[in-house]
Nanobody, 128 residues
Framework: QVQLVESGGGLVQAGGSLRLSCAASGRTISRYSMGWFRQAPAKEREFVATINWSYWSGSRTYYVDSVKGRFIISRDDAKNTVYLQMNKLKPEDTAVYYC??????????????????WGQGTQVTVSS
């Protein structure tokens, strides 16, 4: 079992930045694919970014188009932690952000079903 705990959310003005962290415990996540999703009120959970890992290709990152050039996903395997650096935030980025772990390598635009473990989420609110 992998336990995931997100932190770093909060209230920020449009144009500002936040860095989300996802601390994993229970297992080393260095060979897991790690993703970030978000869910706004009355909307479905949406893919944001993933850092996939496979024996054949190593680590690869993918982003939803709406965050490309603004968000960066990264991982520190020594700390068993994944990050989401969010820059140039917009009001439409407001959502609960979830960290997820997959034992396989999800696609470049994965669905939530491709991940095996989830955190409890952290709220990000961007004011205009």
């Amino acid at each position: 079992q992998v336990q995931l705990v997100e932190s770093g959310g909060g209230l920020v003005q449009a144009g500002g930045s936040l860095r989300l962290s996802c601390a994993a415990s229970g297992r080393t996540i260095s060979r897991y694919s790690m993703g970030w999703f978000r869910q706004a009120p009355a909307k479905e959970r949406e893919f944001v970014a993933t850092i996939n890992w496979s024996y054949w290709s190593g680590s690869r990152t993918y982003y939803v188009d709406s965050v490309k050039g603004r968000f960066i996903i990264s991982r520190d395997d020594a700390k068993n932690t994944v990050y989401l650096q969010m820059n140039k935030l917009k009001p439409e980025d407001t959502a609960v952000y979830y960290c997820a772990a997959a034992t396989s390598s999800p696609g470049s635009y994965p669905s939530p079903d491709e991940y095996d473990y989830w955190g409890q989420g952290t709220q990000v609110t961007v004011s205009s």
